[in-house]
């Protein structure tokens, strides 16, 4: 039974499950996710690949290859085959969104290739703190803002403070005026898997969505999961559901409800389209809950 | 708005029931406190107080009173009506155990006495990043592993071990009565409680910091919720309940138990005695899993 596949399979349907976003519901769907890799072609070298049950970008430029996330091993494998389908130039940067292992697994292949990683600079305190042997370390990190270019092809490395995590990288694609955000928004999803929004920052969020709104000119964003492309307004209207979700349970402990009465009491019927509202809003609004509580 | 999807298959098989909605304390919970006074003698000049199910201590010197977490700011009123039943002495100091609100709210009153509010280092980033205007800012902080507070011929050891609950927790001990003040870290005779999510623990730094604590010399720890007095096992239990729910987490998810599954696998006959144990268990579980999915 343990053939590379199934667990493969195993490992695409725990990340699904625990990771703040579920997969979503287009791509190939198995009940353990997509299996193998999934690319689409945005267009102007830009490229997003699905597979490990996550998702992720890679850019060519005259010069190279920048890469985003590598998932994980057998992903990173697959990401450098459809890499290879459509490029021979050299892999010259990965990028990884975040520190969270469903998605940063796998580096050590790109650097075999050549590939120099980087992040934002808090998750260098989480990688060395937590060391996994499938999480290849970073080369290089950078603070607010960093541009790559591989060539007439660049990427804007942008933080914009805490979020779904506290170093959550918003990649933005100028040339294509697209930016790929890694579980911090799920489009027109509520927070999903467990509803337990792991590792977030409950309000920072709304403001670090607010920044990324103001300062940069996108009109699309790619998402970390499910995918491939959603409006800018997929951005927005999560800003508004966690803005919403914490005013309406704010709401509640003003009101003197019972704390082990306000999950169930929250309803934001505005936002009852929402992929998991019926299933997680509960559970979100006991994270926010928790948020008011403790401040975490 | 996209209309309402059904979950993706993958979704089906995640722990859906993982949040109760009829948790009644949502701070880091323990056997609720309820008999007893609310002050309690530990020694000469050494108290205990506890209101909102949140517990503190006071030192009581020649030259003044160390006070330590005010709780809130109702709590923080009725907090220092004790101290004055004992004591006309002036309040020197108010230390924070670490940043949470259901802690460190309501240290006004002290500061309008003259009191020096103290914390560790570490705490400022959250104060500044995320103010709350009923927690008032450390006048001091200290960096590194211990700072002694002295005053009027007493000491307080502040010890900090690092990242485990939050980065910014300090254990007090109070040699002359050979206790410690231990906050959140654990909470005595139970699993983790209040909502059961583990809230903002790493829980690999956590067993290695309550390793740290136990070799330290004390009798008995005043816990931050539940009783004044548990003796120093109750932090070996703890540290030994998260070791073997690690171990099991870890165990279910390489035998390949489907990853929905996995949480309402995990039994630990040796800790069912615990308070909570059969409410928390799973929930407790499922923040494991998520460690292992996303280091975090
Ligand atoms: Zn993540
Ligand atoms: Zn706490």
Redesign the pocket.
Known sequence: MKTPSLILSLSLAVAGCSTTQEPASSGPATPFGSLGAMTTNIGDGLYTVSAGGARTVFLVGDEGVLVGDPISTPAAEQILGEIRKVTNKPIRYVVYSHSHWDHIRGGQVFKEEGAEIWSQENCLAHIYRNPNPEVAYPDRSYTQKQVLDVGNATVELLYHGPNHSDCSTHMYFPNHKIVHIVDTVQPYAVSGAGGRMNDSYPKLFVDSLQMLEDEVPFERMIPGHGGPIAPRDAVINRRKYQQALLDAVKAEIDKGTPFGKIPDAVSLPKFKDLRGYDQYLAANAQRILIYYT?GW | MRPHQTMAGAMALCIVAFFSPHSAAI??GAPPYFGGPKTVKLGDGIYSFTKQNARNIFIVTDEGVIATDPISPDAAADYMAEIRKVTDKPVKYLVYS?Q?W??VRGGQIFKDAGATVLSHQACMTYFHRDPNPDVVLPDQTFEGPRFDLELGGKTLELYHFGRN??DC?IVMRIPEINAIFL??LVTPYGVSGGSGLI??FYPTDWIRSLKEIEAMEFDYMIG?HGPPKAPHWAVTERREYLEALMVAVKSEMDSGTTPGDIAGAIRLPKFQHLWNYDRLLARNAERIRAYYILGW
């Open positions: 403790i | 701070a880091q670490h949470h259901d802690h609950h939050g927790l906050v959140d809230n903002d931050g």
